[in-house]
């Protein structure tokens, strides 16, 4: 059973702080990384997408993936309140035609002003 | 780029109608849509794939005769709720990877369709 697991939180930090979510997968061969935010009663949308080790940096979010010990983190830096979201992490699996998308149940994160 | 259009946003209907959701993508073409629900304070559970021109592939346990696909066009997949029940009010939200961008490509979502069945 492939699976991707978050921490459900509430992760609470302060606005200006950094904010770091982590994200830990089973499947040793997936190849595609994804975090996706999705507010209250809205759809996901993408924040980022990584596929190779190291480092990412989208403004202020970076991801980190590390394939050997399979996790996946975002930061975001200088959290806003706007950022209070709840984010989800998405692996695409290795097997079958689809690569079906696995999904966390998300990380619910608090920034307090 | 890369815009799923979904309609509407929310239904209300009565227990034992059916609802159409249009799922669009408005800026390029989408062989292959995924439909999902997410109930409240749940993560995402893929329910189909549309695939353009063919039949969908459901996922284990979703009925295939109470969830109807249809993806007639590169632009354009529906989803029809047969005889809704109550317990079939959750959000429904549809997506889609730009054509030719591989499968690694992440996932562009609509805006979802809220059904209340009463």
């Known amino acids: 059973q492939k699976e991707v697991e978050q921490n459900s939180g509430p992760l609470s930090v302060p606005e200006g702080a950094i904010a770091s979510l982590n994200c830990t997968y089973s499947?040793?061969?997936?190849?595609?990384f994804f975090w996706y935010r999705q507010y209250s009663g809205k759809s996901p949308e993408l924040i980022m997408s990584?596929?190779s080790n190291g480092d990412k940096e989208d403004g202020r979010f970076t991801a980190q993936l590390n394939k050997a010990s399979q996790y996946v983190s975002l930061l975001i830096r200088d959290s806003q309140p706007s950022d209070s979201a709840t984010y989800l992490c998405?692996?695409?699996?290795?097997?079958?035609?689809?690569?079906?998308?696995?999904w966390g149940l998300g990380t619910s994160l608090a920034v307090n002003p | 780029g890369a815009v799923v259009s979904q309609h509407p946003s929310w239904v209300i209907c009565k227990s034992g109608t059916s609802v159409k959701i249009e799922c669009r993508s408005l800026?390029?073409?989408?062989?292959?849509m995924f439909w999902y629900r997410q109930f409240p304070k749940q993560s995402l559970m893929l329910m189909a794939t549309?695939?353009?021109?063919?039949?969908?592939?459901?996922e284990q346990g979703v009925e295939k005769d109470k969830f109807l696909i249809n993806h007639a066009s590169l632009t354009l997949s529906t989803l029809t709720v047969t005889s809704a029940h109550p317990e079939d009010s959750s959000f429904y939200i549809c997506?889609?990877?730009?054509?030719?961008?591989?499968?690694?490509?992440?996932?562009?979502f609509g805006n979802g369709t809220r059904l209340t069945v009463t």
């Open positions: 997506s889609a990877r730009t054509s030719g961008t591989g499968l690694n490509s992440p996932l562009h």
């Open positions: 800026d390029f073409q989408a062989t292959t």
């Open positions: 549309s695939n353009e021109g063919s039949k969908a592939t459901y």
């Open positions: 499947d040793r061969g997936s190849q595609s």
């Open positions: 990584i596929y």
């Open positions: 998405a692996v695409a699996g290795n097997a079958g035609n689809n690569r079906k998308l696995i």
